[in-house]
């Protein structure tokens, strides 16, 4: 039986569990910003390691007991930097955000100017967005992307020039091209400005040689862990330099970056870090570092431009004609729907996508012209291009009967039959 201590004890919790891994086994998940963790890794996440404070840094606790802890982190920290080839990194921030929030405050003061990629252009909430604390504490100056949908290199720096921001941020949520790394750090150098790399989306296929690295470029490399890297959730923060472990606050330069990001994290930011989900994020790690992880880095990619050129071929116009990457986003205002309707109509065919900005979208953002979805999550299930291409035609089919409730009924039944095929989680089933 799955769970039986939760059956015990709160059987309510564990049916609602439940009917959450049903409704992923019917259906086929293509938010790009969720994956399947292996059952290796829900196993660290569900262990004792959650009970214990351990405020500090490996060998320097302010609380006793923490000799198996440290060990964990310190696994954790050799396999990051081992994996991304950096020199340190830091693994307590609970997730993506907080960890942006502690490069900011490593390398930032309040009311500095900051600059990052417009959210509705792609970029992310913590990258300068008004309501943020990105936009909030921080003078934010946001760059777009072209019509077309391409990161506008020449605006952005026509942008540094004039606002010489303090630090510069590239990365984005959605976004389907390869992020020219090496010409934004160049950009970044000639106004004298911080560079930060968040990879949260596209970490996975960096360690997969599927996208270049920040890696010499950025001064500093945020990325969530959930995501195309496939562990639990959580975030890391990956630089060069060793930190000093100074008692005051080390000078803002780019040899302290290691010193200055710990100490931004805890006790900047942050109590004690959650074990559980250290551990987990080390077996993350060391999965993506088999061979394996770079057949399925490559196989996402070619996923993605499987599905992105079969819809492009049923008539469905894709933001910048295709993608490099493991998501896309879509267009669907030919189709006479918003980005809304299309996610409601795919998600009764049993396809979960999220409504999204498209570049220059003249409707507003709760009820945007786009979709986007991507195929992380689908290649973990075992899904190949022929999968992918049979989707397409579900996705097609279903954006363009979005009214009639018995057609979309009739698409889900198909996709169920695809998805039962690929099961997430095999190793966990609901009926038992
Ligand atoms: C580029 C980028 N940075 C940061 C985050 C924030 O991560 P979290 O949701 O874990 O705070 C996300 C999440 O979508 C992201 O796409």
Known sequence: MLYPHLAERDPEIRNIILKELTRRRHGIDMIPSENVTSVAVLDALGSILTDKYAEGYPGKRYYGGNEYIDQIEELARERAKALFGVSHANVQPYSGSPANQAVYMALCNPGDTVMGLALSYGGHLTHGLGVNFSGIYYKPVNYKTTPDGYIDYDGLEALAKEHRPKMMICGTTAYSRVIDFERIAAIAKSVDAFLLADISHIAGLVVGGAHPSPVGHADVITTTTHKTLRGPRGAMILCNGNPSN?????????????????????????????????????????????????????????????????????????????????????DVTSLGISGGQAELALGKAGITVNKNTIPNDPRKPFDPSGIRFGTPALTSRGMKEAEVREIAEYMHAALTHSEDEVFLNDIRTKVDALATKFIPYPELDPTV
Do not use: W
Request: proline content about 7%; glycine content about 8%; charged content about 20%.
């Open 246 to 330: 100074p008692l005051k606050a080390p000078e803002r330069t780019r040899e302290n970056i290691p010193s200055l990001v710990d100490r931004a994290v805890f006790p900047g930011l942050q109590g004690g870090p959650h074990n559980h989900q250290t551990a987990a994020i080390a077996v993350a790690l060391k999965e993506a570092s088999e061979p394996t992880f770079k057949i399925y880095a490559a196989q996402v990619v070619a996923n993605a431009r499987a599905l992105a050129a079969a819809l492009i071929e049923k008539g469905c116009s894709i933001v910048t004609g295709g993608t490099d990457t493991h998501l896309m986003i879509m």
